[in-house]
């Protein structure tokens, strides 16, 4: 069973549609996080929750939108979006703020 | 705020012999680092990490050294495969506060035979 699961893998769209990727952790953590990972694999953190309430928003144009209905799942919206919003998006989660963090394998996302 | 920096960028060895990647990192506050190994097409995945009461970690073939006055960590694998072939990353946290992990800039290792 796979512990942290994105959905979906790729995501082809154009500029500014509205799209959301969806995350689930099976593993009962508290924690939930959203890296984004550019084009030359840099990775940097966007949000993270704790047990449904955010805790980090690493200066994200509000056009970004992370929404928590339970601890399990964390889902991101995206609203009209970029050319350079085109990167890989990784989920990840915690036990707590204090373990270690464990992704998932990325929404691939592309604007034309 | 945090800033980690990761040497070399890309590394080539022959198989069997030893590989070393170094980190540095800025906040003397960060307590926690650690490793990420990518693959193609997959998400990284935590190989080892070490936090700042201990200096040396070690699991098989993988070990970390950390050096807190000097503000950098090292990640040795030895004995390398092909399969060790990907990109690692290097990362520091304060811990707490929503655990915000910031990354290096990845190293791609290349194992030849």
């Known amino acids: 069973d796979t512990a942290v699961s994105q959905t979906p893998k790729y995501l082809v769209t154009q500029m500014g549609n509205d799209k959301s990727i969806k995350c689930e952790q099976n593993?009962?953590?508290?924690?939930m996080y959203w890296y984004k990972q550019d084009s030359k694999k840099f990775l940097k953190i966007m949000f993270s929750?704790?047990?449904?309430?955010?805790?980090i928003n690493e200066t994200v144009p509000n056009r970004f939108s992370p929404k928590s209905p339970d601890k399990a799942h964390l889902n991101l919206h995206i609203n009209s979006l970029e050319l350079g919003d085109s990167a890989v998006y990784f989920c990840?989660?915690?036990?707590?703020?204090?373990?270690?963090?464990?992704f998932g394998d990325g929404t691939r996302l592309s604007i034309l | 705020g945090e800033n980690v920096e990761q040497h070399p960028s890309t590394l080539s060895v022959q198989e069997g012999d030893s590989a070393v990647i170094k980190c540095t990192y800025s906040?003397?506050?960060?307590?926690?680092f650690p490793w990420y190994k990518q693959e193609l097409g997959k998400g990284p995945q935590l190989i080892i990490d070490?936090?700042?009461?201990?200096g040396e970690k070690k699991d098989q073939r993988i070990a970390v050294t950390l050096n807190k006055t000097a503000k950098h960590f090292s990640l040795h694998i030895t004995e390398t495969q092909p399969e060790d072939s990907a990109v690692y990353f290097c990362?520091?946290?304060?811990?707490?506060?929503?655990?915000?992990?910031?990354f290096g800039t990845g190293t791609q290792l290349k194992v030849e035979l």
């Open positions: 990840a989660s915690s036990q707590d703020s204090n373990q270690p963090q464990h």
């Open positions: 929750y704790n047990n449904k309430e955010l805790i």
């Open positions: 070490i936090r700042s009461n201990v």
């Open positions: 593993l009962g953590h508290d924690t």
């Open positions: 990362a520091a946290s304060m811990g707490g506060g929503g655990n915000k992990l910031t």
């Open positions: 906040d003397s506050a960060s307590n926690y």
